[in-house]
């Protein structure tokens, strides 16, 4: 897409009791940290924001159930790569390699930019829906749902933890034992930007990783993890608590918490090198184990790997 401007986006919001009470401009202001009360209220006073489809004032109060609708102009997006190479696929499910940068799911600048969208864009005659989140840097394995039983089995599954998730990665040099596991758990951490950020926390959810070293060199540890539980940046976050940040991690430093010289620095940002390298599950249909792998990126090939 380059510097073209894409169509534009109507983001849509049911009120809620909590919302209930609040002003048009309160509503906005405190739902979406990422722009100030006075750009919110120019919006309002633009028309760009609705309620039940007409425009609306400002300072209106709010009831449960009402419809808001917000009209983002178009907009250049971020050029990211678009390409989703096809790994595997059958009447139930897909499985694609997502490239390093592109996001999954909708948000803030990224809409026609994302897996999601551009699937709809790509592969205008399927029905695919991504099964469970990467990281915008993260690469490689995605699972898609295209008929409702492998939406439904396999959404199970990764909720049930009987997938087997297989990553790559870099870290610097480091002194892990050849296997080593990783408990610490993860949950919300307050931060300046987006208001939290997940983090190592005493008080977070349990979360395990399992790693092995595959090879070492002066300079890079060569690992591969398996994760059980599937935490916001678990990878991330795990390695960096053991004192080991992944190379390029801008975010998360020793301790799996923010370095504290880079408070601008966002859970999207890239520059790392994390790999979904395989997935193992049981297809929804025939109950069959299946295993997929994707080919790894060039700085993660060592010798013997395809």
Known sequence: MGNKLNQGWLYTDRINAKGAGQTVLDFYSQRYGHSDRQTWQERIERGQIQLNGQPINPHHPLQSGQILTYWRSPWAEPDVPLSLSVLYQDEDLWAID???????????????????????????????????????????????????????????????????????????????????????????????????????????????????ILARSADKTWLEVEITTGRPHQIRIHLASLGYPLLGDRLYGPGGVPFNHQTNARPSDGGYILHSYQLGFLHPRTQETITLTAPLPPDLRLKGDS
């Not at 087997?164 to 990665?169: A, D, E, N, P, V």
């Not at 050849?178 to 977070?204: D, M, R």
């Open 98 to 212: 997502k490239p390093a940068g592109l996001p999954v799911l909708p948000g803030g600048n990224f809409v026609y930019h994302t897996v999601l969208e551009q699937l709809k864009i790509q592969f205008p005659q399927e029905s695919l829906f991504p099964l469970h989140r990467l990281g915008t840097g993260t690469s490689g394995l995605l699972l898609l749902g295209r008929s409702a039983l492998g939406r439904r089995e396999l959404s199970r599954q990764f909720r049930e933890r009987c997938c087997r998730k297989i990553y790559r990665t870099l870290i610097g040099p480091c002194t892990l034992p050849e296997q080593f596991e990783c408990h610490q758990a993860i949950g919300k951490s307050p931060y300046p930007q987006l208001g939290y950020i997940y983090a190592a926390t005493p008080n977070g959810k349990q979360s395990h990783s399992y790693g092995k």
